[in-house]
């Protein structure tokens, strides 16, 4: 299974013995949710699969809410220091950990400076292309479910 970093690492047993890989990516938490330091393991291994080259101190808060702008299950905004990213609070934690993974890829994005903090930008062209076709979309889906089934599925 490849997903990470732009699908060049392959995922296996060695993905774990990298330690202490993930002491520069801090989670902080917003709102209740039941089992935080799983879904703070979760955030990290996830970061740390796609962009394992991360070196800086980056910041990375998580809120649960139970409403969100709009029809969203997840939303999340950034820069290249600091990830804010929103959940919708659902009885399925695994849906929830799924909308996750979807946000941890664009987090992935501001933090590598892929997705400019206005979302107008995309690895330094403009683009203007519909929801559904936009490239840091079309990434997020494209990786969520492989990242839910490893980091979140997996024991």
């Known amino acids: 299974m490849e997903i990470c970093e732009d699908y060049t690492i392959e995922i ?56 969100l702008d709009g029809e969203s299950f997840g939303l999340c905004s950034g820069n290249k220091k600091e990830v804010e990213i ?12 799924l909308v996750l993974a979807h946000e941890l890829v664009h987090a992935k994005q501001f ?21 559904s076709r936009q490239p840091w979309e079309l990434e997020a889906y494209r990786k969520e479910e492989e990242l839910f089934k490893y980091f979140w599925l997996r024991p």
């Open 12 to 67: 296996d047993e060695r993905f774990h013995r990298m330690k202490p890989w993930n002491a520069n990516i801090l989670v902080e938490f917003k709102g209740q949710i039941k089992g935080k330091k799983r879904i703070e393991r979760y955030v990290k291994d996830v970061i740390r699969c796609l962009y394992p080259n991360i070196r800086r101190v980056v910041r990375i808060e998580v809120g649960f809410y139970k409403n």
């Open 111 to 131: 933090l590598k400076g892929e997705l400019s903090p206005t979302m107008k930008n995309w690895k330094s062209s403009h683009t203007k292309v519909a929801y």
């Open 86 to 97: 929103e959940i919708l609070k659902h009885d399925s934690m695994e849906l929830m950990m």
